[in-house]
C-alpha cells in the first residue's frame, strides 16, 4: 500500500483531456474525456474534476483543448488573440473562488504574449508543452510540501482533516494529505480524524478512501463531532488546504474550514494550512475580498446516489437498452425525486438525487468560508513554512513568495 499508487487525478492523451470523474468516487472510478474546452468546463462546475491545484491545471487544459478544436486552425492573430481572451475569461470564471484556476490559465495567457512571431499551430504545441509541464510542476510541488510539512512533526501524531487535499485534489500527492502521506512514510502519523465534509462528502467519499488506499489508520466522522474529539484530546493537529490565501493571511477553504480554526483555538491545538505558492492571492488584501461560490440548493436539499446497473437476465438488459436507446433517460419520481438513465463505459449507470428535506425550504450554500489568519498556526508551501509568530503574515508570505 502506498501513496505511488493512487491514479493520477488529470492529464492529457491523444489530442483530450483525461480525467477521473470525482462525482462517482469512491464506487465508480470512470475516467471522463474531455475534448473541447467547453466539456471541461462542465467537468469543472460538476466537480468531476476539482481540488484548487488541480483545478490550475485544468484551467491550463481547457486552453489546450480551445487551442486544439478551434485556436490553431484561425489564421488571422487579431481574432485569435479575441478569441482566445474570451475564452480565457470563460475559463477562469467557471468556478469563482479558488485562485488556481484563473492562475492557471493566466500561465497560458503569459505563453501566447512571449511568443508574438510564432503561428497558432506552433503556439499549440507550445501551450500543451506548457500544461503537461504545469502538470509535473504541480507533483514536484505537492512533495516538496510533503516534506517541509512532515518536519514539523516530531512523533506520533493525531491529526485532524477536512475536505479533501489529497493526491485527487491535485494532479498527483496532495496538498496537507501530502504532509500526512509523508509524515506516515517517516512513523509520524498515529491517525487521521477525515471530517465528512458536508454536503458534498470530498471527505467521506475521497479523503477517506484515499487514507484506505495508503494504509493509513484512519476514522471518519461527521463535521459537527469535531469538537467532541477535540475536546477528548484525540487531535494533537488539523492540518487542511486552501483555495485562496490572501495578503494578510486570510484563508479562504472549503465550509467549515473557519469553525474548525476556531475550535483548534479553543483547545489549543496547531491548525496548519498547506497549499502551494499558486494559491496565494497578494492582490487581495483580505478574505472578506474574495468571491465565495454558492452552489445548487439540491446538493443540501437531497442526496445524489451514483451506481450501475448489473443485469443478469436478457428481460432486464433489454429494457435497459430501450429506456437508452436514444442517449439518457430521464425518469422522473415522485415527491420530486429523479433518476437518469445512462449507457457508459459499456454499462448502464443511474445517477439518482433524492429529496430528503421539505420541497418549500429555504437553503444557503456557500461551498467555502474564510478563516482569519490569526487563528492560523503556519502555512506550509512548497518554498518553506511560514509560521506565523510574528503576526505579520503579510511580510512573511511576501518575503517567502519574492
Ligand atoms: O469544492 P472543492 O472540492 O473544489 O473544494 C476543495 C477544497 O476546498 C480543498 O480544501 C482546497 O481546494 C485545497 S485542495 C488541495
Redesign the pocket.
Known amino acids: 500500500m502506498s501513496v505511488e499508487n493512487l491514479p493520477r487525478t488529470i492529464w492529457w492523451e491523444n489530442g483530450a483531456t483525461h480525467l477521473i470523474d470525482q462525482t462517482r468516487l469512491p464506487l465508480q472510478g470512470d475516467i471522463l474525456v474531455c475534448n473541447t474546452y467547453e466539456g471541461l468546463i462542465s467537468a469543472i462546475k460538476s466537480?468531476a474534476v476539482?481540488?484548487?491545484?488541480a483545478?490550475g491545471v485544468a484551467g491550463a487544459y481547457a486552453m489546450a483543448l480551445w487551442s486544439q478544436v478551434e485556436g490553431r486552425l484561425m489564421e488571422d492573430r487579431e481574432k485569435y488573440l479575441s478569441r482566445f481572451t474570451e475564452v480565457a475569461s470563460e475559463v477562469s470564471q467557471a468556478?469563482p473562488t479558488?485562485i488556481n484556476l484563473p492562475w492557471g490559465v493566466a500561465k497560458i495567457a503569459e505563453l501566447i504574449e512571449e511568443h508574438p512571431d510564432r503561428t497558432p499551430v506552433q503556439l499549440h504545441e507550445l501551450i500543451v508543452e506548457r500544461a503537461n509541464e504545469m502538470a509535473q510542476e504541480d507533483e514536484a510541488a505537492n512533495r516538496a510540501m510533503g516534506a517541509n510539512g512532515a518536519e514539523l512533526f516530531d512523533g506520533p501524531t493525531k491529526f485532524l482533516t477536512?475536505?479533501?487535499?489529497g493526491s485527487l485534489?491535485?494532479v498527483f500527492f496532495?496538498?496537507?494529505l501530502g504532509v500526512i502521506f509523508t509524515a506516515h512514510d517517516q512513523g509520524k502519523v498515529e491517525h487521521v480524524w477525515v471530517d465528512e465534509t458536508r454536503p458534498?462528502n470530498?471527505g467521506g467519499r475521497l479523503t477517506a478512501w484515499e487514507l484506505l488506499q495508503v494504509g493509513i489508520p484512519s476514522a471518519l466522522i461527521a463535521d459537527d463531532m469535531a469538537a467532541d474529539v477535540m475536546a477528548k484530546g484525540w487531535v494533537d493537529a488539523v492540518i487542511?488546504?486552501?483555495?485562496r490565501i490572501c495578503a494578510d493571511g486570510d484563508v479562504v477553504?472549503?465550509i467549515g474550514?473557519y469553525g474548525l480554526s476556531v475550535l483548534a483555538k479553543e483547545h489549543n491545538i496547531p491548525f496548519y494550512v498547506?497549499?502551494p505558492s499558486s494559491?496565494f492571492d497578494l492582490t487581495l488584501e483580505r478574505g472578506s475580498d474574495v468571491e465565495i461560490e454558492e452552489r445548487d440548493s439540491r446538493e443540501i436539499e437531497g442526496v445524489t446516489i451514483s451506481g450501475k446497473f448489473d443485469p443478469s437476465d436478457d428481460r432486464t438488459a433489454r429494457a435497459l437498452d430501450a429506456l437508452t436507446a436514444e442517449g439518457p433517460c430521464d425518469l422522473p419520481m415522485s415527491k420530486g425525486h429523479h433518476m437518469t438513465l445512462d449507457r457508459k463505459g459499456g454499462g448502464y449507470s443511474f445517477d439518482a438525487w433524492f429529496r430528503t428535506t421539505p420541497p418549500q425550504v429555504m437553503v444557503f450554500n456557500p461551498?467555502?468560508d474564510v478563516t482569519p489568519a490569526a487563528n492560523v498556526t503556519a502555512y506550509i508551501t512548497e518554498l518553506g513554512v511560514i509560521h506565523n509568530e510574528t503576526k505579520d503574515p503579510t511580510a512573511a508570505i511576501k518575503a517567502l513568495l519574492e
Not at 476539482?50 to 491545484?53: E, F, I, K, L, Q
Not at 477536512?162 to 487535499?165: L, V
Not at 487542511?240 to 483555495?243: I, K, P, Q, R, S
Open positions: 466537480l476539482r481540488g484548487a491545484p483545478l468556478r479558488a477536512h475536505c479533501n487535499t485534489a491535485t496532495g496538498t496537507a458534498l470530498q487542511l488546504g486552501a483555495d477553504n472549503k474550514t498547506t497549499a494559491t461551498a467555502f
